[in-house]
């Protein structure tokens, strides 16, 4: 073949390419990492590390482990769904948990013992999971993906499986209400997360080097912040000391500002950067992994909101499938309505049906026990008045003041 030829071909592949990647792609496409456009159904053809990997296999040769890198980046990119304007890439993080939760559920729906052996183990798996998570500070999806596929799950069990003949229509529109609710709450909590981040950028001078800027210390850092509480009309105990307020007065008027280390951003007053998203969030409380995003200023009253109503969807449902499949007994009739508990769940596991239903509420009483624990510790902190995470940075002196109640309460609510 001649020069000319081999010329004409690379021409054309590469009119070829730029053609694909100006029209508009259909829902099975994609620009692969290697700027090629490919096809979804095509996701085992062209992968020459993958060939050499499987031929070396067999021949039982040495592989090398680029061919080994090659062929994970490989099957990462091509791994997609069909989608408006181009396949989008799925990640395998959060695939996982589509197939774990499944799993773990029909094998413990077999028999008592592996029950409990399972969300033994399923408790220390995600414990597991989440420090090294925060150990390493990495985004990740496989949380978020979690919550999602239980709450999948949680309600096609429970609309397929669970006896609803047993249950009053109030009580499963009120389930629905709650769980809606819940969802909307999250879907806030993680949509307002990005307002969360400090934008301005200060510079890239040293901080040593910036004129006029000093470190505060610590009771410099908190009679400013009683300061400010007092020009933004928040009330305060100590607001008729007036030695307080010419201490307070003095700092307003040489007023700092503080600039973070990490990022080099001038940042309002308590905020503090994010290893994880990689900026400055104000008012941060914590990165929250299983909604894989920070909790701050913006979102923090649609976290607490999302929690309560998560807590109550879920023992409301524990409570009404365990009714359903176990012997309940009458507790009280609130206005006509009776309330029951489980009294007998000895012969759940002779029905796979029951099995399953009975498994889902106890997996559902797991979640809400921690939700419970999550719960009571950001309400005790907001009415320390503090966050998280400052909370953690100073747990003996974390800013909180009990005289406050009330002006932290109006903080947050306005």
């Known amino acids: 073949m001649s020069t000319t030829t081999v010329d004409f071909f690379a021409t054309a592949t590469e009119a070829e390419r730029q053609e694909a990647e100006k029209r508009s792609l259909c829902c099975c496409e994609y620009i ?8 979804i159904l095509g996701c085992c053809c062209n992968c020459e590390d993958f060939d050499l990997v499987c031929t070396r296999l067999i021949t039982c040769k040495r592989i090398e482990a680029r061919n080994i890198d090659g062929m994970l980046i490989a099957f990462q990119d091509r791994l997609r769904l069909p989608w408006r304007g181009g396949a989008k890439r799925i990640s395998p993080a959060a695939l996982g948990p589509a197939l774990i939760v499944p799993l773990m559920m029909g094998l413990a729906a077999l028999n008592a013992k592996t029950a409990i052996v399972l969300m033994l183990a399923l408790i220390g798996f995600v414990s597991w999971g989440l420090q090294l998570a925060e150990r390493i500070a990495t985004r990740t999806t496989f949380f978020l993906s979690w919550i999602v596929f239980s709450i999948i799950y ?4 429970f609309e397929c499986e669970v006896p609803l003949l ?3 229509p109030e009580e499963n529109y009120i389930l629905l209400l709650l769980s809606f609710g819940a969802l909307y709450s999250l879907y806030r909590t993680k949509q307002l997360a990005p ?3 400090v934008t301005a950028q200060y510079g890239t001078t040293p901080k040593d080097e910036l004129p006029g800027i000093t470190e505060a210390s610590s009771g410099e850092e908190q009679a400013e912040q009683q300061a400010q509480d007092t020009v933004l009309g928040i009330e305060d105990d100590d607001e008729n000391d007036p030695g307080i307020n010419s201490e307070c007065a003095g700092l307003i008027q040489h007023a700092q500002p ?3 280390d990490i990022c080099r951003k001038v940042t309002p007053r308590r905020a ?3 290893a994880v998203c990689g900026s400055c969030v104000k008012r941060r409380s914590h990165h929250s992994y299983w909604l894989n995003c920070c909790i701050g200023e913006r979102n923090y009253r649609w976290y607490l909101v999302a929690l309560a109503l998560s807590e109550c969807a879920l023992l409301l449902g524990a409570n009404l499938t365990l009714t359903a499949v176990c012997h309940p007994f009458l507790v009280v009739r609130l206005l006509g309505i009776p309330l029951l508990l489980p009294d007998d769940c000895s012969e759940v596991f002779e029905d796979f049906e029951l099995g399953i239903s009975f498994i889902v509420a106890a997996y559902a009483m797991l979640i ?3 939700i419970t624990c999550v719960l009571v510790r950001q309400l005790y902190l ?5 966050t998280l995470h400052e909370f953690k940075r100073a747990p003996a002196s974390n800013g909180g003041n009990r005289n406050r109640v009330w002006s932290n309460w109006r903080a947050i609510l306005k």
């Open 32 to 39: 692969g990492h290697d700027k090629q456009p490919f096809h």
């Open 154 to 157: 949680m309600v096609v069990i």
């Open 166 to 168: 047993e249950l009053l």
């Open 195 to 197: 307002l969360n981040l």
């Open 258 to 260: 503080n600039i973070c």
């Open 272 to 274: 503090y950067h994010c």
């Open 368 to 370: 809400s026990g921690y």
């Open 382 to 386: 907001w009415y320390r008045g503090t």
